[in-house]
């Protein structure tokens, strides 16, 4: 078991900018970084679970550059990134003035991760590992998910999840490039980007990415 996710991370990642959000910069896995090279059963001997924080996933990459491009959307408000991993998204909302971030994810590594990120960008973001899906959504004025639709049943509790928020009045921005589980109605596109990736973690070269908002309903 690894007990101290800091140096793990600074160990087995590099510090690189982001293809479509290069101004910034974050801790992450390429191909000359140990952690590329392991698999998912070596990473569970070791006690660690698939480490998707490691990684600037086609969706929340197009998210954080309609953030950057798009000011508006945070400025001044309180934001919640859902399944934040590395943090991205978060450090994007506070680039573009967010009042206040807080990145949430279940897996024990992302808080490290977040606080290195944050760090190196020179934002200050809270973090929860809490499990946020089994409870009300809290009183945010942004919410933020990336990646979220990848598989099932996490997709119907994630819709359900910001469903019931966005008919709280909290606006709902969701970064996908239209993943296997992505809903099919119920979202309005904002934005279209063709994203750098790789073939070891995505299916291409590039990957093109939605960002989307939750359709206004009533």
Partial sequence: MITDP??????????????HAPEISLWLADEITPIWRLTEEELGEIGLPPPF??????GGQGLARWLLDNPGEAAG????DLAAGSGLVGIAAMRAGAASVLCADIDPFCGAAV???????DVALGFTDAD?????PPP?????????FYEQPMAGRVLAWLTQAAAQGTRVLVGDPLRTYFPKAGFDLLAEYVVPTT???????VKRTRVWTLAETG
């Fill in 115 to 121: 606080a290195l990120n944050a760090s190196v960008n």
């Fill in 199 to 205: 073939r070891e973690l995505e299916d291409d070269a």
């Fill in 6 to 19: 800091t140096a793990f991370i600074l160990a087995n990642t590099r510090l690189q900018p982001v293809p």
């Fill in 77 to 80: 408000k309180q934001v919640l």
């Fill in 132 to 136: 946020l899906l089994d409870r009300p």
């Fill in 53 to 58: 924080w490691a990684f600037a996933w086609a």
């Fill in 140 to 148: 945010a004025e942004l919410i933020c998910a990336g990646d979220v």
